[in-house]
């Protein structure tokens, strides 16, 4: 299903509706150099950005997963994409309270930054399994929508909890930013690039509810008596020609950069 990206006089019109409260320490300024790049942190000399790499949010519960054929200016756009999207969903809308509303809006920032994002729909699941590990759930819903891209997105997706779960301080860092009391939430977009050039994405929002929950880390180490789960899982693709046309616009609104909203880590 195909969606109609927005118009330069849509875009314009949502950009002016745009309030993003300020954020603390901000050292982006109308005088940072627009086209910045974030920077992925190397565990060793001979490994650089051109490496497979992902993002992990500082305090949202977002991760994005580049593969290694990326291209710098995509992985650019989606960072701040993201970033975006996450400021001005949260400016508005309390995340537990309005998932629905929060969800729509997320989607309609991403629209504006090129994404085309076709579905918001919440799908439910419960269970009552003994047992159950978050990164297989993960996989099982990337697996039924990123249909031909599926192997590519899974590989990548293995990656980046194998990276994710070596590395304690990042384990906890993601664990406390999903954390909303009882509640539980995370997005996750692993990045492709097709044989055309295009970056190529399977968004994922999970918003879960567990009536008990025993064990680590709870990401990977759940013994649950009952899961609720909703979650949006939609492909998505990035067209570069509408983000470059609201770059200063995106950049105009945010006060802090996308090199101080995520943590870069290398695969």
Known sequence: MSILLPDAEESRRFFDSVRLAPVALADFSADAPKNAHFTMAADSATQSV?????????????????????????????????????????SKYSKNIEPIQWHELYGAAMRHCGWTITSNTYQELTTSQKSLTMDAIVLDIIQGVAGRNAPAMLQLLGNVFGRLQSDEKLVNLFDKNSKKGADKDFRIVPCIQSANGTAITAFLAVDCSLSSNQGGAWFWKWKVSRLRMKRVATMVELNMRVHDRNRDRIYQQLDKSSDDFFNGITL
């Open 50 to 90: 051109s490496k497979a790499g992902m993002l992990l949010a500082n305090e949202d519960p977002a991760i994005i997963g580049f593969a290694d054929n990326l291209d710098e200016d995509k992985k650019q756009a989606a960072a701040d994409s993201i970033h975006f999207a996450e400021r001005v969903a949260n």
